[in-house]
């Protein structure tokens, strides 16, 4: 029992919000499945406090979930959470740069391109858009929504779901 389990969360957006783009995209930044998100670089490159730490956000019908989850040495619990609150009050408070969002939405963009080199999983995204909201939203549909996401959206969204309230 050296090690503790940490999760915490939010209520998110909901399938039929359109919300649900900022806040993936927000996901995707903070504790994406990439190595180089935010709290990754945090917590685990830059003070080797976790092996692993990462968001998830999914939308269900009629709400969503945004969660933060990470393993740490139970000595080791309080600096990961102050860390970790450092890590969202930046996203809370500050704006990303150009070139910063710029790379952020490419990222994302290449995760959904690969992952829609999977049969398998452009099957079960389409089973669900088609039982959640009746109809399929294509990666084309999706692309733009990406696109129009501004650095202020961002913060606005970082403000609701990361909120102390929540």
Same mark, same amino acid.
């Given at each position: ?6 999760? +915490?969360?939010?209520?998110?957006? #909901?399938?039929? @919000? ?17 190595? /180089?998100? =935010?709290?990754? !670089?945090?917590?685990?490159? =830059? /003070? ?13 019908? @009629? ?24 890590? +969202? /009050?930046?996203? =809370? ?18 995760? !959904?391109? %690969?992952?829609?080199?999977?049969? +398998?999983?452009?099957? !079960?995204a ?7 909201? @009746? ?6 549909? %999706? ?7 501004t #650095?202020?959206? !961002?913060?606005?969204?970082? /403000? ?7």
């Open positions: 029992m050296f090690q503790s389990h940490c999760i +915490l969360g939010a209520p998110g957006y #909901s399938y039929s @919000d359109e919300r649900r783009f900022a806040l993936a995209f927000l996901n995707n930044l903070l504790g994406g499945p990439v190595m /180089n998100s =935010r709290l990754s !670089l945090a917590l685990r490159e =830059r /003070n080797g406090l976790t092996y692993n730490i990462e968001s998830n956000y999914t939308a269900y019908s @009629d709400t969503g979930l945004f969660t933060i989850y990470f393993g740490t040495d139970k000595k080791l619990l309080e600096k990961a959470f102050t860390i970790l609150e450092k890590e +969202l /009050n930046r996203v =809370r408070n500050e704006k990303l740069g150009k070139f910063q969002l710029q790379t952020a939405k490419k990222q994302l963009i290449g995760q !959904l391109a %690969i992952g829609q080199e999977s049969r +398998l999983s452009q099957m !079960l389409m089973g669900k858009s088609f039982l959640v909201m @009746d109809h399929y939203i294509s990666i084309e549909e %999706i692309l733009p929504r990406i696109e129009a996401i #650095s202020e959206k !961002l913060l606005e969204t970082a /403000n609701d779901i990361l909120s102390r309230r929540n």
